[in-house]
């Protein structure tokens, strides 16, 4: 098989026009362009010079051989160049997925942003809660909330999910403002969980745990649900700062029982990747985009 680069050091001879000229160029002794070129020919079963003492030409099957791998070297600088245009700025398609509720509640509103400072990248989002496979799938990065189990894949964390929890000023006025997590035990708590059994809130108050067993009319694994149904004044939920973070702005929803920590208030929010030497110049932007954003709040 010819080597690719017998075959650009014979396009070079063709262009400088002598083996000598090419030799200096590359700080190599004339005899061993010729054994390159060689090498070449006896590989094609075809001389592709005439040489004399005083000049070289191409014969036929050299001018033909020259004029397919002048196309393949300007295809192979071609190539060169799209791959280091892409290495060098933050370009491509970006397949990443996460849960539905963070990328319809903190990615939604931000992505405009991220798409205006990066023209040349483009997006494609999989909500799913299922935690795909990013080989099998062809995804890029993977944004997950929650402790990682051990992995060949390499995390970065973005930030901290904090927990607050609230619930409308017309839910309390009508029912009253607990003032001690054992004053949940008689509302309409609202839970993040399809397991009943499993529904106990866990506070800390001056090193000492408070674990309070609370029910209600909902048990839900969405919390965009959880979050609508608080807004309609249905009962208190606890749930991610960033969920809530414009009603807490707003007023529609007020934080409650805040001198009482949560147990676990935070969960760590990854990015998830295949690579970190590899790591695309787009994957790394939209991560640093991200995490900026987090910080924030």
């Not at 005083?54 to 004029?67: P, V």
């Not at 509302?187 to 969980?193: I, M």
Request: charged share 20%; hydrophobic share 40%; glycine share 4%.
């Amino acid at each position: 098989m010819n080597n690719i680069s017998n075959i650009q050091l014979f396009v070079n001879v063709v262009e400088e026009g002598s083996f000598s000229a090419v030799a200096r160029s590359m700080e190599v002794t004339p005899s061993a362009v010729s054994r390159q070129i060689s090498q070449l020919e006896k590989e094609l079963g075809a001389r592709l010079f005439q040489r004399t003492t005083r000049k070289q030409s191409l014969t036929e099957a050299g001018d033909i051989y020259f004029q397919h791998a002048k196309r393949l070297v300007d295809d192979i600088e071609v190539a060169k160049f799209a791959v280091k245009k892409l290495v060098d700025k933050p370009s491509g398609r970006l397949r990443i997925t996460a849960e539905a509720d963070f990328a319809l509640t903190f990615i939604e509103p931000i992505l405009p942003e991220f798409l205006l400072l990066y023209p040349e990248i483009q997006i494609s989002i999989n909500m799913n809660s299922a935690q795909l496979d990013l080989i099998d799938e062809n995804l890029d990065l993977a944004l997950r909330i929650g402790h990682l189990d051990n992995s060949s894949l390499t995390a970065r964390k973005l930030g901290d999910s904090q927990s607050v929890i609230c619930a409308s000023p017309n839910y309390l006025l009508k029912h009253g403002q607990p003032t001690h997590p054992h004053d949940l035990q008689t509302h309409n708590c609202l839970s993040f969980n399809t397991k009943i059994s499993n529904n106990r809130w866990r506070f800390e108050m001056a090193n000492h745990p408070i674990e309070v067993s609370i029910k209600g009319s909902l048990s839900v694994n969405s919390l965009s649900f959880l979050r609508k149904a608080a807004l309609k004044d249905v009962g208190i939920i606890m749930i991610p700062k960033w969920m809530v973070h414009d009603e807490l702005l707003q007023e529609t929803l007020t934080p409650i029982l805040e001198k009482f920590s949560i147990m676990q208030p935070s969960t760590p929010i990854n990015a998830i990747f295949t690579n970190k030497r590899q790591l695309a110049p787009k994957t790394r932007a939209f991560i640093d985009f991200l995490t900026q954003r987090l910080a924030k709040g």
